[in-house]
């Protein structure tokens, strides 16, 4: 009998038996399993298998076919931190229940450092930065970061990126000309390491507009005065007290200072005697401006006064005498001075100068005695006040200059010797008791009949009367002085007693 064997064959299940490498990934980043399952004999799974996977208590299913485990885990949600991604496969038919883990690490993201483009201003402006900031990975930030703005290492304000836009308007409008660095930095955050946006920022000095003012007219002895609106050449009011100063013909006249737009100053022209000055303001540089010119024709105008005058009605080589009064707008002055011409001439004075009086109070008088050059007659009288200050103003009245009388006189006996001639001499003089001056014309008669006519200068008679044939014991004798441009006429009368010649013997005796 043939024997038979029975041999009992227990299949077993297979364990799976895998260990997956630790992964390393960036934050914002999907994990991608794709890997093949072997088991404990290294032999590739067989057949489908549903399995799950788990990765921060969030469970995801997966397909496993033939041992290959293709997946894509949404990570890209997680931040950055450790992780354990865990593989659940369930108990199957040939294989027993499985469970495979993987490390991950999600690492923080670099931010690209940048540097911006140079950036140039003019004072009293923002400056803005308007950029969108990525990581190194190209990618844009993700949510929002409070970050620092920083002007030359000095915290200034801060701006909250949103999704990596940043625009932010940085304070540099009270800041002064000059170059600067602008710093934008990005702290740390759960899934970014910080980040720095840096910019040079050069602030340049607006420019003042440069102004040539409309000429100005003013009356002299008087300030000017220059009150307007200072602006930059973009047409903007200046916001700063900025330093005057102001020349008028180059020369330096005042320092002032504005205050911010407005210029309001009063110009030291009270003194200007010249019709025209040129005025240049210059407005200093500063921190914020350029300086700025401003340029301006100032016509001096003089003003006008009233003169009159009153004059006596004097003899000739007497005094004129004349009171002026000079005002303006009925005010008295007290500045300037007169001069005088007598049709047309000057009037000076013995010593050849011009003759020159001070107008006091608004008056001045003049008393000139008359030359012998200047005869009786109708004249013109000029007066002239000079001041720098003052229209050239003349007053013209007439003068009348009436001929001096010559003193009235009875001549003494006039004593003649018989059979010669006589020589008289008289002085003559005026009313005054003055002796008369320059040429006079005479006619001596004698019993009216004219003898001698002649001229005699400065007063002085000296005359040899033809009486050596007189006979009689007396004779009627009359001097005339004829009437000339200094004085009326006049006539002497005496008489002439005609001695013997014993006389004169015994007047020797």
Known sequence: MSGTIIQNIIITKRNIQQTLPENTIPVFTDTKIDTTLTDTNNTQLKGTIQATVTIDEKTYNVTIVDGVI?????????????????????????????????????????????????????TYNNETINIVVNDTLYDTLKGEILSTVKINDKNITTTLIKDGIINVVIPTDLLPAGEYTITIEIPETQNYNG???????????????????????????TNGTVFLIINDTLGNAIKENIKVVVKINGVTQLHSITNKEILNITLPTDKFRNPTYQMTIIIGNNNFYNQGIITQTINMQKRNINISMQTNTPQTLENIKVNITITEDNIPLND??????????????????????NVINGKAQLKYTLPSTIGAGKYNISVYYINPYYNKQMCVENLTIIQSNIENKTLDNIQVIKGTNTTITIIVNDTNRNQIQGKTPICIKINKKTIIHTNITNGIINVTLPTDKFKNPTYQITIILGKNSLYNKAEYNGTMIVQPQEYLKTKME
């Open 336 to 357: 300037g001075f007169l001069i005088f011409k007598i049709n047309g001439i000057t009037m000076k004075n013995s010593n050849g100068e011009q003759i020159r009086e």
């Open 195 to 221: 980040g720095i946006i840096t910019q040079k920022l050069t602030i340049n000095k607006r420019d003042i507009q440069n102004i040539t003012l409309p000429s100005n007219t003013i009356l002299t002895l």
């Open 70 to 122: 293709k997946t894509t885990l949404p990570t890209s949600t997680l931040n950055a931190g450790e992780y354990t991604i865990t593989i659940n496969i369930p108990e199957s038919t040939n294989y027993n229940a499985a469970t495979i883990t993987q490390k991950i690490t999600i690492t923080k993201r670099d931010i690209q450092q940048t540097t911006l483009s140079s950036s140039s201003i003019i």
